[in-house]
């Protein structure tokens, strides 16, 4: 019997850079630094997890999620099941 991975990532407010969290502008939005930064952090924890399967929360955006799954050897060619908003 084969078996699979599955994990659940909170990712607190994925967003790609220059977008305001939920559309308020009483916040900062992500620079590019900091957007990096982030992606390559989830990048390396999904390669420590080595799941088949991820459940991301908190994804505000599909451009940022496909840029954090890219940042992953593991994942590398991974199919993201979101709706690009």
Request: aromatic share 12%.
């Amino acid at each position: 019997m084969k078996s699979y991975r599955i994990a659940s990532f909170n990712v607190e407010n994925l967003l790609h850079p220059g977008v305001y969290y939920t559309d308020r502008d009483d916040s900062a939005p992500y620079d590019a630094a900091l957007f990096d930064q982030k992606v390559s952090w989830i990048g390396s924890i999904l390669d420590e997890a080595r799941a088949d399967l991820v459940g991301f929360q908190e994804v505000f955006s599909y451009e940022a999620i496909k840029s954090a799954v890219a940042a992953s050897r593991h994942l590398s060619g991974a199919t993201i099941v979101a709706p690009e908003i």
